[in-house]
């Protein structure tokens, strides 16, 4: 006897009415309720193996209790598919919890949930079972776009964002310079940064930056605790450039800004920054790494994603309407950047998509949760069945590879009508069905589930995509999260300032979600102006410690590939080159084999990256760009460019010598750049 295969099951329909054997319909509800023997067990597996109509059936009734686990048993008689008894059987005895699944139940429900996860999403259930939604779903119109109109879920990909103005983030000081004050005279650094500017009603930067201070403050005075001292001009500037525009600052820059002598110099430095293309590049850099790593992958124009990113950051879009691009695009990688984002990670039923979505965007893991309840956070909102809701979404979406008019064929994200379930298996081998739901709504068949995805994170109470960004910001200027790690938010991880954090994030929406007016606001703190060095008294707050943190100084953190390929460039007068730096940092980079697309980093203390540091071109053209002449005036010269400050007395006192020798300075610049304070953000 040939044993029939799932494509002949589910091309086997059980119509409503047709009678199948008492005996076996009995064994179905048993083995589902998980009162079937060893010899029922046997016996029903010949059946299901032998007969596509058992089968049929098995399948019909797999996908009864999945969902009725899922929906708590609420829904009507009407939704469910009709199987009729040869003879009516007695009523079945109360559904038990689900003991642990017998052998057959586990591999014939895993190679079901295969079958159906596999089935391309316009497929739809198998023939014959009746879609249980909560809300049933209307008959789906075919979606043929007329001539000339986009096609469905493109539409996003072609409007033109709205562009906000640049905020004046500092707008008194884009007056001309006034001179420096006379000796004696009272220095206005001690005054506010900002003149309150009238901005939707808010207050100025400065002034937002000032309440932030003064709550670290009261944290430092309930600790009993000082905080650093500030940090000398040098430390700042060299802090504030690998910050905002992603690299050391040229030695011309540190003498311009170590020569002004004007009060409020550092809040001229921020504007100047922040009005950079500098910066928009730097942070797109930084996104593009966290959207789609460091890795090639197939199909992904990492480059034209980070492009597309430092076109919206210098044009200021707001945040919102960038993480709602990068969630509903489509179309080619070329034509429609954002879509890059998807086509690196809808790879594997989207579970990769799922979870990068959430903790890129949303600050949350839930990859574990694909398969089991969040180990830490309890309740219906961390689930496995929250985890498969949020990937229903992705249903429908599709890498595919199209022609272009050069012949070769470039990735495009395609996004099909979708309708019906997604499955997947719990941890008990229960086959589930789920339908695409967020902060409780459940999305319909007629609407693009990726666009009211993108509607539903944005408008969801928690604030997750606003309140992700900030902590985010948060910890590339100040060197640690409000909440550690940035990605993990959640009941189980609560943050350092939950005030500070709630705080920001209300002024970021107000603000319509205005990066560069949330990155004034925090780098206009106090605590942006300390020093990163501590003190004997505040040593113990640290972020390796592990303990609450209480921000007494601004954390010192590595530099990463990226600030170290830039800043080698910067410092002896190079352009940057973003593909020459791509392959530079190529070899740093390790894919990780794992269900979340996820890639391992060397360290700086790694072999490889020393070698190149030590003997590689970029390191070479530093060291060549070195003046001939060797006086003691050089040694000032030296240290301003690889580490933005003069040398200590000490240092002179030491180094002085070694210049006046052959080939003295060259060795000290390879010692600079090769040192722990040259791979450090201060």
Known sequence: MTTPSLADAQATPVPAGEAIPREVADALHALHEGRLDEAGLADLEARVLGDPAVMRAYLDLTLVHGTLSYAAGTLSSSALPALTLAEEPPAPAK?????????????????????????????????????????????????????????????????????????????????????????????????????????????????????????????????????????????????????????????????RFLADERGRRRERELNRLLSGDSFAQHLAERWTTALVGRAPRPGVDRAGLRAHLADQFERNVGWDLVAAELIAAAGDVEQAPAANFLVAHVNNQAVPATAVVSRALLGTRVQCMQCHDHPHNGGEEWSQERFWELNAFFKGTDVVQRPTADGARVAALEARPASGPTFFEDRRGVMMATFPRYAGETVEAADNRREKLAELLLSDDRRLPAKSFVNRAWAHLFGAGLVNPVDDLGPHNPPSHPAVLDALTDRFIATGYDVKDLYATLAGTRLYGLSGAATEGNAFDDPAAGAPLLFTRCYPKPLTVEQTFDSLAAVSGQRIDPRARDAWVAGFVRPQANDENGEDLAPVTDIPRALALMNGEALDAALDAAAENRTPADLDDVFLAALSRRPTARERRRLAPLVRVEGGLEDLRWALLNSGEFATVP
């Open 95 to 255: 559904s038990a919890r689900w003991r642990t699944p017998l052998t057959l139940a586990a591999c014939l429900a895993l190679l079901c949930g295969l079958t159906f996860l596999l089935r391309p999403a316009a497929d739809g259930p198998p023939a014959g079972v009746a879609v249980i939604d909560p809300q049933p779903e209307p008959d789906e119109p075919t979606l043929s776009p007329a001539p000339g109109e986009p096609a469905p879920g493109e539409a996003l990909a072609r409007v033109e964002l709205p562009v906000r103005p640049t905020p004046e983030l500092f707008p008194d000081l884009n007056a001309p310079p006034t001179p420096a004050p006379a000796a004696g005279a009272p220095n206005d650094s001690a005054t506010p940064a900002v003149a309150s500017a009238e901005r939707n009603e808010l207050p100025s930067p400065a002034e937002a930056a000032a309440a932030i201070d003064a709550v670290l403050a009261h944290g430092w005075s309930e600790a009993e605790v000082a905080p650093s001292p500030e940090a000398d001009p040098g430390e700042w500037l060299r802090r504030a450039w690998l910050d905002l525009a992603g690299h050391a600052p040229p030695p011309e820059q540190v003498d």
